[in-house]
């Protein structure tokens, strides 16, 4: 008696068990890809800053703002006095340039929300990355026309590693950048 309730149950409930976990898995894969790798991610800042006015219309280069990415791993988020270099003349009126002033004023960083965010385990140098001749727009996007910014691509290790490998077929442009070579493919490069 025991073999055949044991029998029914492994032959009945075993599979239907199984096909549940599976499309569970699927389903929860499928319907959150997008967000497990934050691509549309564009969170409410505490300032609306526009890279499209400031990148864009008034070309500013990104690394007058984001002073350490040709000099260490971090971008490096601009200091409220490092706005004020240009807002302590220019439309100090304006209701978010008040806010900045605020937060300068008070000599309190401004709480930006991060957009761009890779795994913990991952290192990654910026540094390198643009003293090669890799533009930002490579992995952030075009930041110039975002009136707000949002991750626009993944960071997963395909995308890195198809870079590194230098792959015509998906990034033609950088086959020729000046002083490029192709990136370490070992896993210690980048999970550290």
């Not at 149950?9 to 319907?31: E, G, K, N, Q, W």
Request: charged content about 20%; glycine content about 4%; some cysteine.
């Amino acid at each position: 008696m025991k073999k055949t309730v044991l029998d029914y149950a492994l032959r009945v409930y075993l599979p239907i068990t199984l096909l549940i976990v599976l499309v569970t898995y699927s389903v929860t894969y499928f319907a959150s890809r997008n967000e497990r790798y934050n691509i549309g991610y564009q969170p409410t800042q505490p300032i609306n800053f526009s890279h499209e006015l400031h990148a864009g219309k008034m070309g500013i280069d990104c690394q007058y703002c984001h002073t350490g990415v040709a000099k260490g791993r971090q971008a490096v988020i601009p200091a409220a006095n490092t706005c004020m270099n240009c807002h302590s003349v220019a439309r100090k009126d304006k209701p978010e340039i008040i806010k900045l002033t605020s937060f300068y004023n008070e000599d309190k960083p401004i709480p930006w929300e991060r957009i761009h965010k890779l795994p913990e385990h991952v290192y990654f140098n910026h540094s390198v990355h643009v003293n090669k001749g890799l533009e930002c727009k490579e992995c952030h996007g075009q930041v110039q026309n975002m009136a707000k910014v949002a991750q626009v691509k993944s960071f997963m290790m395909s995308d890195c590693l198809a870079c590194h490998r230098s792959a015509p077929e998906k990034y033609p442009h950088l086959v020729n950048l000046t002083g490029l070579k192709k990136g370490p493919e070992n896993c210690s490069a980048c999970h550290r």
